[in-house]
């Protein structure tokens, strides 16, 4: 896993208005605004810097170095996760990961939902991933 990167992805997600993840649509549509927490990627691909420019926005997917792939495969690549698994858990759907069953994540916006996955997967513990991105989210 590439610590840094999601680490520069968390603070490019943090600055993004929460209004602009909205739950429980699988794709990014045309004006740029956005369904579930995949969203995260999509956002990313369109983060104009590198190394995210090697993300490459496409309808019903991302190009990563040109080649079209959904956005789980997309995840793995970029972020160096050991699994299409470990993308679901930082980007998949709401309660497709095992950050949102472990403390029900049905209060928490989409936007805190995402960056509290990112903060649990670099290993925080639990407490402070999730006060750090209610307030990053707000």
């Not at 369904?35 to 926005?57: M, R």
Request: hydrophobic share 45%; net charge positive; charged share 25%.
């Amino acid at each position: 896993m590439n610590v840094e990167l999601l680490k520069d992805a968390y603070q490019i997600l943090a600055g993004i208005p929460a209004k602009r993840f909205v739950r429980d649509l699988r794709m990014l549509v045309t004006d740029n605004s956005c369904g579930t927490l995949a969203c995260g990627i999509g956002w990313l691909a369109l983060y104009p810097h590198a190394p995210f420019d090697a993300l490459e926005y496409r309808h019903w997917g991302l190009a990563f170095h040109r080649d079209t792939m959904d956005f789980d495969m997309a995840a793995k690549l970029f972020f160096e996760l050991p699994s299409t698994k470990s993308s679901v858990r930082l980007f998949g759907i709401r309660q497709h990961s095992k950050y949102d069953k472990e403390m029900g994540a049905g209060d928490l916006s989409d936007k805190a939902l995402l960056l509290y996955r990112i903060r649990r997967e670099l290993g925080e513990q639990r407490s402070i991933a999730l006060a750090a991105a209610k307030k990053d989210s707000a």
